[in-house]
């Protein structure tokens, strides 16, 4: 039978509370891998309990046959399915739907009192947005670990309310998620790409990585890191992918390519020989980056770049559930995801806004080993995994002719302070210090600093002949 975790139980009452006082759609955030659909079944099986009807709504055939599996094995609920392939039990109180069909069959079907939505951050899309519009009637809970679309746009035309559970750092840190490793073993260069609908476009970063290393560097840092160990493969096209899991298989490790087309009854077989270990390696572009539990996964290659938040993360937390023996996952960022998102347990702060930023928020410093290719905060001194120390970079010095006097010094200190007086924003502070010469984390702290006090200028006396 179901078995809460206490932060499980506290975000049902949370959701329960929320909707007594009026809301009709509430989302809940929770990490990947922190038992959501233990917490579903949950909710169903107190519905259900009270004599509501309650469905639950899924994207794919994985996530639908696992949400089945969980709901009887785990809470014996009478469970009916509405999906292509299915047979019907329409007299079940709890209905696990495939999005593609409840869209056909919405208004053939009794309604329900509840609606839980799995990886709900989908719901801006026409069928789902199109079902939601159909039940106006029902309580809408939706469920997942990132809640803004997949572009960074926020989810407040359809929900009322946001809880938030605990953040991926405090179940790393109470066991409940696995630690993680990354590392960043190749350099990509993201600059010069187009984004379209919120993320890269597709067709050059196709153009670009193909000119890259990055196919023969996965098998190489697979060797080296990861030997033996299963490893999910995110490929930036359905022809890379293919490509990857070739290369694998020439160097004599098991791996297979699976996609959105594949045949049902393959994928099936793909996925028991990876939970079996018989298939060590398992690539795709985009058909695992959600739902998947497989918590003795060790390790994930991240070999598309993305300026997706909500992709990146949900890819990374495929490798953090926990399992037997496991002691972290590794995470293989390929394609410098680390430096556009940062890592994947930093503070994040949602709202059904999207994530919003505070003026001048940028991610944590973080650095990359040049021994082992690690990733870690920037405040270390030396690699945690390999314990190298970090080189110390040694400050610039300009050496001109003649003699130095105490003057100048003063004068120099002189020009920096009148100038100082007309900084604003954290662009006239880094203006001002590439003027003087200054390393860049000056602008930083003394803008910062000075935001926290109010500022008197007497414009007057400021010499602003230069133009500056």
């Not at 009887?72 to 399915?81: N, S, T």
């Not at 292509?84 to 208004?107: E, M």
């Not at 984004?195 to 560097?217: I, M, P």
């Not at 079996?276 to 739902?291: M, T, Y």
Request: with cysteine; hydrophobic share 45%; charged share 20%.
């Amino acid at each position: 039978m179901l078995e809460l975790r206490p932060y499980q139980t506290d975000l049902i009452a949370q959701t329960r509370a929320t909707i007594r006082q009026g809301a009709r759609r509430v989302l809940v955030q929770a990490p990947t891998g922190s038992g959501k659909t233990v917490l579903v079944a949950s909710m169903l099986a107190g519905a259900a309990a009270r004599g509501k009807r309650a469905w639950f709504v899924v994207h794919r055939k994985e996530l639908l046959d696992q949400a089945v599996r969980t709901f009887v094995e785990a809470a014996d609920l009478h469970v009916g399915i509405i999906a292509a392939g299915y047979p019907s039990d329409s007299a079940a109180p709890v209905q696990v739907c495939a999005v593609g069909s409840l869209r056909k069959r919405i208004g053939k079907v009794r309604a329900p009192n509840l609606i839980v939505w799995d990886e709900a951050h989908h719901i801006a899309s026409a069928s789902w947005s199109a079902i939601a519009a159909a039940l106006p009637n029902a309580v809408h809970i939706g469920l997942t670990a990132t809640p803004s679309r997949l572009d960074g746009r926020g989810l407040r035309p359809f929900f009322d309310a946001l809880l938030c559970g605990p953040s991926t750092a405090d179940l790393i840190a109470a066991g409940w998620l696995a630690p993680y490793r990354l590392y960043a073993p190749a350099q990509f260069d993201a600059s010069k790409l187009h984004k379209v609908a919120g993320d890269y476009n597709r067709k050059e970063v196709s153009e670009t990585l193909a000119r890259s290393t990055v196919v023969g560097d996965a098998v190489g840092t697979y060797r080296k890191h990861a030997e033996s160990g299963r490893a999910l493969v995110f490929a930036w096209s359905l022809a890379s992918s293919q490509a990857i899991a070739d290369a694998f298989t020439a160097a004599g490790i098991a791996a297979q390519h699976v996609d959105g087309e594949t045949p049902s009854a393959e994928r099936a077989a793909s996925m028991k020989g990876f939970r079996d270990g018989a298939l060590r390696v398992v690539c795709s572009v985009d058909l695992f980056g959600e739902g998947l539990d497989v918590p003795s996964v060790d390790a994930v290659f991240s070999l598309r770049p993305t300026a997706s938040l909500s992709l990146y993360l949900q890819q990374c937390g495929r490798g953090l559930r926990v399992a037997d023996g496991k002691t972290h996952v590794k995470i293989f960022d390929h394609v410098g995801n680390y430096t556009r998102h940062g890592l994947p347990d930093d503070p994040r702060q949602w709202t059904l806004d999207g994530i919003v930023k505070a003026p001048g928020e940028r991610p944590q410093p973080i650095k990359r080993c040049a021994a082992c290719f690690a990733v870690a905060s920037a405040a270390r001194k030396v690699c945690p995994y390999c314990q190298a120390a970090y080189p110390v970079k040694e400050r610039k010095v300009v050496q001109v002719a003649g003699e130095l006097a105490e003057t100048e010094l003063s004068a120099l200190r002189a020009t920096v302070a009148d100038r100082a007086l007309l900084c604003r924003t954290l662009l006239d502070w880094q203006n001002l210090g590439k003027i003087m010469g200054y390393a860049p984390g000056w602008a930083w702290h003394r803008w910062t600093a000075r935001r926290e006090e109010p500022q008197k200028v007497d414009f007057a006396q400021v010499a602003t002949d230069d133009g500056w």
